[in-house]
T-cell receptor, first 117, second 109 residues
Framework: NAGVTQTPKFQVLKTGQSMTLQCAQD?????MYWYRQDPGMGLRLIYY???????DKGEVPNGYNVSRLNKREFSLRLESAAPSQTSVYFC????????????????FGNGTRLTVT | TQLLEQSPQFLSIQEGENLTVYCNSS?????LQWYRQEPGEGPVLLVT?????EVKKLKRLTFQFGDARKDSSLHITAAQPGDTGLYLC?????????FGAGTRLTVKP
């Protein structure tokens, strides 16, 4: 049982380049999330998808786009990377969105460490 | 400004000591979760507290949710080096979870 899988694990981009971070979960969860983690700032929500076919902005959506490709996969795209987007990006999923669980835990991947020079 | 304020930001103690870390907010949450994160990995859930005043124990870890559901604490008894990590609290909103900045705990042998 892999849980939440993120690719790539590491990436270095030059300013202005684009890339897509991939995330897949095998727990049949309805909801998926993208967070970024910066020192002293904790985890900040970029975008989330409460269910297949829907996406919504979180705290810090500027400079990012997302696609909920199907129930398993939720990708994050940087169209024109900036040094301010240097961070560790975490994808997470939860059963939230089902009738029974607004308190369900988040299951995280191991992150993508992105550096933009 | 963090919605959830965690204190202290850093804590370094000797093995065997007790400690308490705090998670405070001016907002009311339907539930609050505590996670632990180790280097190079994603956060892992420790506990969810839902009811105001609730106390949950997980071996040497005791979690409490404030009566008004705005704050929480985590107490560790007889800390061990294996407790070293980043402890994060998170509050449940309508459709998402908002995190504090965390307390980085180091337990020295």
């Amino acid at each position: 049982n892999a849980g939440v899988t993120q690719t790539p694990k590491f990436q270095v981009l030059k300013t202005g380049q684009s890339m897509t971070l991939q995330c897949a979960q095998d727990m049949n969860h309805n909801s998926m999330y993208w967070y970024r983690q910066d020192p002293g700032m904790g985890l900040r929500l970029i975008y989330y998808s409460a269910s297949e076919g829907t996406t919504d902005k979180g705290e810090v959506p500027n400079g990012y786009n997302v696609s909920r490709l199907n129930k398993r996969e939720f990708s994050l795209r940087l169209e024109s990377a900036a040094p301010s987007q240097t961070s560790v990006y975490f994808c997470a999923s939860s059963g939230r969105g089902t009738a029974s669980s607004y308190n369900s835990p988040l299951h995280f991947g191991n992150g993508t460490r992105l550096t933009v020079t | 400004t963090q919605l959830l304020e965690q204190s202290p930001q850093f804590l370094s103690i000797q093995e065997g000591e007790n400690l308490t870390v705090y998670c405070n907010s001016s907002s009311v949450f339907s539930s609050l979760q505590w996670y632990r994160q180790e280097p190079g990995e994603g956060p892992v859930l420790l506990v969810t507290v839902v009811t105001g005043g609730e106390v949950k124990k997980l071996k040497r870890l005791t979690f409490q949710f404030g009566d008004a559901r705005k704050d929480s604490s985590l107490h560790i008894t007889a800390a061990q080096p294996g407790d070293t990590g980043l402890y994060l609290c998170a509050g449940a909103g309508n459709n998402d979870m908002r995190f504090g900045a965390g307390t980085r705990l180091t337990v020295k042998p």
